[in-house]
């Protein structure tokens, strides 16, 4: 079992800034890490997501020149930093981890179902 650790999240207003962290406890079955996020009564969202093997990276539409994502191999963590934030990203946000190589293929890295893995979660609120 895969564990995964966040941490990073808080209150900010509106253009500012947050970086999130998450920590895997195995690093080999971790070929993708992900953040997604989910307000309430919205459904998860992906985020953006890292193939930690070749450090390429995914992002949705909403948060790209935004948020950047990024990972430490050495330390198994991966990062998300947030700037510009807006009213809009509000949510809880989620780290995953998968094994599968293949998520880049048709937007792969944005299905949940896909991620063997998940964090508690760390709430993220911007707000004036």
């Known amino acids: 079992q895969v564990q995964l650790v966040e941490s990073g999240g808080g209150s900010v207003q509106p253009g500012g800034s947050l970086t999130l962290s998450c920590v895997t406890s195995d690093i080999i079955s971790s070929n993708f890490m992900a953040w997604f996020r989910q307000a309430p009564g919205k459904e998860r969202e992906g985020v953006a997501a890292?193939?930690?093997?070749?450090?390429?990276?995914y992002y949705a539409d909403s948060v790209k020149g935004r948020f950047t994502i990024s990972r430490d191999a050495a330390k198994a963590t991966a990062f998300l930093q947030m700037n510009s934030l807006k009213p809009e990203d509000s949510a809880m946000y989620y780290c995953?981890?998968?094994?599968?190589?293949?998520?880049?293929?048709?937007?792969?890295?944005?299905?949940?179902?896909?991620?063997?893995?998940w964090g508690q979660g760390t709430q993220v609120t911007v707000s004036s």
């Open positions: 995953a981890a998968a094994e599968d190589q293949t998520l880049w293929y048709q937007n792969g890295w944005s299905v949940p179902g896909r991620y063997h893995s």
């Open positions: 890292i193939a930690i093997r070749w450090d390429t990276t």
